[in-house]
C-alpha cells in the first residue's frame, strides 16, 4: 500500500481551511480529530510548523518543547 503524501496533505490542509472560514468561526471549538485542542491550537501549530521550517528554526524537532515553543 502506498500513502500519497501530497494527497494527505491536501486533504488535511481542506479540513483544517473549513474549520476557520465561513461567517461562524470559533477559534475556542474542540477539533474532533484532536480533542484536547481548538481551532485556534491547531491552525497555530500548523503555522508555527511552516514558519519554524521556513526559516530553518528545527532545533529539538520533532518534540515536545519544540512543539511547545
Known amino acids: 500500500m502506498t ?3 501530497g ?3 491536501k486533504a488535511a490542509r ?8 465561513g461567517d461562524n468561526i470559533d477559534p475556542t471549538l ?3 480529530a484532536t480533542p484536547e485542542w481548538t481551532v485556534h491550537c491547531v ?7 511552516a514558519v519554524d521550517a521556513s ?4 532545533e529539538g524537532a520533532p518534540g ?3 512543539t511547545a515553543a
Do not use: C, F, K, Q
Open 14 to 21: 481542506e479540513r483544517i481551511s473549513r474549520l476557520v472560514t
Open 7 to 9: 494527497e494527505t496533505y
Open 64 to 66: 515536545e518543547a519544540w
Open 3 to 5: 500513502i500519497d503524501l
Open 30 to 32: 474542540p477539533v474532533a
Open 43 to 49: 491552525v497555530a501549530h500548523v503555522a508555527g510548523i
Open 55 to 58: 526559516t530553518g528554526n528545527m
